[in-house]
């Protein structure tokens, strides 16, 4: 027997003692990205745009001025920037609704978040609308909307 008979095991044992923290360091993360905890193709910051919030408050306030809103479909939603019609379609909002009344319009942007709503009506029948919503922000942040439709609701 030679010296180096005894020598064998030796590279196996490191090789395995950095295999485990390598494996329980995998499945660790692996555990992270599965419950949540990592998420590393997001962002930390994970507040929704200004065109998701617009577009969520929108849809919210279509739906609440319907007659039988569980029976409501939302289609062809689109939402564009606009411009502040203060001599127009947005005065009765700047000048008459909390919280825009005496807002420097400045400070003001807009998002027109427009779509179809088919819903029953008073009488069951099924009623398609085109409805425009108006989406109003102040220094960022969603602070009112107005909702128009084509037909009285």
Excluded at 28 to 44: E, H, K, M, Q, Y
Excluded at 55 to 79: F, G
Excluded at 114 to 119: A, D, E, F, I, R
Excluded at 126 to 135: E, L, M, N, S
């Amino acid at each position: 027997m030679n010296g180096h008979d005894n020598d064998a095991p030796r590279p196996r044992r490191r090789l395995l003692l950095t295999a485990i923290p390598v494996v329980a360091g995998a499945v660790a993360v692996a555990v992270a990205i599965s419950t949540g905890a990592l998420r590393p193709w997001t962002s930390r910051d994970s507040r929704p745009s200004a065109e998701q919030s617009a577009q969520e408050r929108c849809q919210a306030d279509v739906l609440k001025r319907l007659i039988a809103p569980s029976s409501a479909h939302l289609a062809d939603v689109r939402t564009v920037p606009s411009s502040l019609d203060t001599e127009g379609r947005d005065l009765f909002s700047l000048t008459l609704e909390e919280p825009l009344k005496g807002v420097d319009v400045s400070r003001i942007t807009v998002l027109d978040v427009t779509g179809v709503v088919n819903s029953r009506n008073e009488f069951g029948a099924t009623i398609q609308d085109h409805f425009d919503c108006r989406a109003y922000f102040v220094d960022g942040s969603l602070a009112h909307t107005l909702v128009l439709f084509d037909h009285p609701h």
